[in-house]
């Protein structure tokens, strides 16, 4: 509404009919290369700082590795190449970035559009804008703190220590091989666990409501372990530890959406008593 003002304002004041068409696009093109650039700073500072750490950074993500390994008796990694290493920390430190930095780049995004949106719809998204950092944390330590662990020693439990006649079948885990493997798990979790965000969103716009959702409850029993099926390592512990959380996920969702529902209700009995009061 605010933005609209304004563009009511530039109208009045500009000189001439074909500037007035222009100036407000002009204007919001402006601020929102303002906006991009603001992001993309804060991207490039916090890579250049997490960058220099990226060593322990990649040391923290292998440790659930390492302690496994360590009990067998396995103690390194391996790479096979001379970069693979220098780029495999790039990867570390840009992924790392893109998440620290999301709060600046949330931040940016809102205020982009907030001046355009009513104070009801402003308290309507702003909690969706705190709810999605926190609920991809909440889905990145699930994946680390139990998927991983269970995942890793599912796999280990393949090697072999060789016969009579035969080798012995042991793991030489390589550098980029793992980051390959652990970065899109964290993201396929931390993606799963916006499932609220994005039900709410759409029962906000009328999109679902709580009684579809409730009604198509078992198709998204099949979803939820198909989804992990596709997200996991071929391991029945690990697609059961992400389908159970998702399926969570879309019973707290189901009562988010009735919330909504009711708060939406009883909004318009309101607006109906102050339009039949006298």
């Known amino acids: 509404m605010a933005k609209a003002e304004k563009e009511a304002e530039g ?23 303002n906006r991009l650039a603001i992001s993309v700073i804060a991207i490039l500072l916090t890579f250049i700082v997490f960058f220099i750490y990226a ?6 993500l292998v440790e659930p590795l390492a302690v496994i390994l360590a009990e067998k008796g396995h103690h390194r990694m391996i790479y096979t190449g001379l970069t693979e290493v220098f780029f495999t920390y790039i990867k570390v430190a840009f992924f790392t970035a893109l998440f620290v930095s999301f709060p600046v780049i949330a931040t940016q995004i809102w205020m982009f559009v907030a001046p355009g949106l009513y104070r009801n719809e402003k308290g ?4 969706f804008l705190v709810a999605t950092p926190v609920l991809f944390l909440l889905g990145a330590a699930l994946v680390y703190y139990l998927i991983f662990p269970l995942a890793w020693r599912f796999f280990l439990s393949f090697e072999a220590p060789g016969g009579a006649g035969g080798l012995p079948i042991q793991l030489e885990a390589k ?25 709410t969103l759409m029962a906000r716009v009328g ?8 009604a198509k409850r078992k198709y998204a029993v099949v979803i939820a372990f198909i989804t992990a099926a596709v997200l996991t390592p071929p391991d029945i512990i690990s697609q059961v530890a992400l389908a159970l959380p998702i399926m969570v996920l879309y019973e707290i969702s189901i009562i988010a959406v009735r919330m909504i529902e009711k708060k939406a209700a009883l909004r318009e009995a309101e607006e109906d008593d102050d339009e039949t009061a006298p």
Do not use: C, K, T, W
Not at 55 to 60: A, L
Not at 185 to 197: E, N, R, T, W
Not at 207 to 214: G, M, P
């Open 207 to 214: 999109l679902v409501s709580s009684a579809a959702l409730a």
């Open 124 to 127: 309507a998204f702003l909690p």
């Open 11 to 33: 109208q009045g004041s500009a000189p001439d009919a074909s500037d007035n068409s222009q100036m407000p696009l002009l204007e919001h093109l402006i601020e929102l290369r």
């Open 55 to 60: 060593e322990e950074i990649y040391g923290f």
């Open 175 to 199: 550098v980029n091989e793992y980051l390959s493997l652990v970065m899109p798990l964290i993201f396929a979790f931390g993606m799963s666990f916006q499932l609220p965000v994005l039900l």
